[in-house]
Antibody
Framework: QVQLLESGPGLVRPSQTLSLTCIVS??????????WSWIRQPAGKGLEWIGR???????TYSPSLKSRVTISRDTSMNLFSLNLMSVTAADTAVYYC???????????????????????WGKGTTVTVSS | SYVLTQPPSVSVAPGETATITCGGN??????VHWYQQRPGQAPIVIMF???DRPSGIPERFSGSNSGNTATLTISRVEAGDEADYSC???????????FGGGTKLTVL
């Protein structure tokens, strides 16, 4: 059974880069028709999707964060990572990593990448941006 | 970008039926997923592709999606169902996943 575990500093200074990793256990980060995504949640607020790296090689980011975000995969370490540049207090949140999946019956559709959902989540890690 | 609207809160007595809505422009043409988040915990998926339940999710949970509203229905509500519930779709015009603001279910 696949498990995800977020790791990274709990405190980041303003204007610096927030870097988190998501360690994958129980399965290979490079196998299967999956995408590996990051989602965040400011205290008392709703979920915000940040972006994802898919095993097809495609990467997609939230338009509002696209200029500052990089998501990458490390197959040798079986993990994937989030880098968010030039952070401000507005980036303070709980950050979750997740594995997105799509039903095999849907993969044959031309727009199957619209049908991924977050099937497995990490426990989340709190990141505070403050000087 | 695409906006999903959920009521901030829903309250229901134990044993009754809870209905949580997720409104969006022509949401019936999209595939809706629902997540449950208990206090202090990570979300888990409880419904995908509008009506499909992952293994381990009770049959008391059901979903529907038509027109401008998707609905999560919880029958015979239990105290353990108290949580935040969020809907999610893929917005093809902005190429991103979009979440609703979440609905806090309170069991009276």
């Amino acid at each position: 059974q696949v498990q995800l575990l977020e790791s990274g500093p709990g405190l980041v200074r303003p204007s610096q880069t927030l870097s988190l990793t998501c360690i994958v256990s129980g399965d290979s980060v490079s196998s299967g028709n999956f995408c590996w995504s990051w989602i965040r949640q400011p205290a008392g607020k709703g979920l915000e999707w940040i972006g994802r790296f898919c095993n097809t090689g495609s990467t997609t980011y939230s338009p509002s964060l696209k200029s500052r975000v990089t998501i990458s995969r490390d197959t040798s370490m079986n993990l994937f990572s989030l880098n968010l540049m030039s952070v401000t207090a507005a980036d303070t949140a709980v950050y979750y990593c997740a594995r997105e999946r799509v039903d095999s019956a849907i993969v044959s559709r031309p727009s199957y990448f619209h049908y991924y959902y977050m099937a497995v989540w990490g426990k989340g890690t709190t990141v505070t941006v403050s000087s | 970008s695409y906006v999903l609207t959920q009521p901030p809160s829903v309250s229901v007595a134990p044993g009754e039926t809870a209905t949580i809505t997720c409104g969006g422009n022509n949401i019936g043409s999209k595939s809706v997923h629902w997540y449950q988040q208990r206090p202090g915990q990570a979300p888990i998926v409880i419904m995908f592709y509008d009506t499909d339940r992952p293994s381990g999710i009770p049959e008391r949970f059901s979903g529907s999606n038509s027109g401008n509203t998707a609905t999560l229905t919880i029958s015979r509500v239990e105290a353990g169902d108290e949580a935040d519930y969020s809907c999610q779709v893929w917005d093809s015009s902005s190429d991103q996943a979009v979440f609703g603001g979440g609905t806090k279910l309170t069991v009276l």
